[in-house]
């Protein structure tokens, strides 16, 4: 099986949560699975940038990134946060290689402020538009778990910071990942009375959506999602990372919590 895993949000801050997850996707892979991470880390640049006395914006979600600000990610996406993720694997006998989209052109981007329809002033925000597949082949080949930060290589061969949810889409309908797996810190989506939606087809998202039941933070993971269907992805999952085991279950098929998303069959 190759599937694309995304960690973010408060469970990548917990060190516990962030072994426990690392540990599984290691183990994943020693059982023959074929396992991209793509991993965010908003809330260590937060921090950063606060140190720094940079003001984090956001338009529509979206991270406002001026020149300095994308230092500042280049800095901790791609340096402090997945410099760790990869230590803390490679501890445990996996071998991880960290990448962000420059690496071998591995993921690139179109500036998001080209497109239609979008935030004016967002600055140097990508969108992805292309997978160096057989990068992600030959590091597999290798016995290789690929660690991705979300920051891509534009046209121009600029840097651009990238919604980490997108990243992760992208690198799986990319790659021809049969699944792609996001690890958060909420149950999965849910009604309008809160209890978690097991199942849903890619018009059960648009109908939950136009009706403002799915909002904030899950609007661009559901959009994500709907995108990497789209592409060929199998199917989406958005699933509570703190439960022990969590992403074994899926692998095993034993999963019993979370949203499943799939086309519409």
């Known amino acids: ?52 006395g940079i003001e984090s914006r956001f338009a529509e979600g979206l991270r406002v990134t001026d020149s300095e600000t994308l230092s500042a990610a280049v800095m901790v996406l791609a ?11 490679n501890r445990s006998g996996a071998r991880a290689v960290g990448i962000c989209g420059a690496d071998a052109g591995a993921v690139r981007c ?12 967002i600055g140097f925000v990508g969108k992805p538009s292309g997978v160096n597949r057989s990068f ?11 660690v991705v930060s979300s920051i891509a290589l534009g046209p121009d061969g600029q840097l651009y910071n990238v919604n980490a949810d997108q990243m992760a889409s992208a690198c799986a309908s990319g790659t021809g990942c049969s699944s792609l797996v996001y690890l958060t810190d909420v149950a999965g989506v849910k009604d309008e009375k809160g209890s978690v939606l097991r ?55 034993t999963l019993t919590e979370g949203t499943h998303i799939h086309g519409n069959r």
Do not use: Y
Request: overall charge neutral; glycine content about 12%.
């Open 1 to 52: 099986m190759r599937i694309t895993v995304k960690l973010g949000g408060s469970i990548l801050e917990e060190a516990s949560i962030r072994g426990a997850i690392l540990s599984q996707v290691a183990e994943a892979a020693s059982l023959g699975h074929e396992v991209i991470l793509v991993h965010g880390g908003g809330k260590s640049l937060n921090r950063r940038l606060s140190q720094m």
């Open 79 to 89: 340096g402090e946060v997945n410099k760790k993720i990869v230590s803390e694997m």
């Open 110 to 121: 179109i500036r998001l402020s080209d497109l239609p329809d979008n935030p004016a002033g």
């Open 136 to 146: 992600f082949d030959r590091a597999f080949d290798a016995g290789w778990i690929p």
């Open 199 to 253: 199942d849903l087809k890619e018009s059960d998202i648009a109908a939950l959506r136009r009706s403002g039941i799915v909002k904030g933070g899950m609007l661009p993971k559901t959009s994500s999602c709907l995108e990497a269907l789209a592409a060929g992805v199998r199917d989406a999952l958005i699933l509570p990372g703190s439960r022990p085991g969590i992403l074994m279950q899926f692998i095993d098929g």
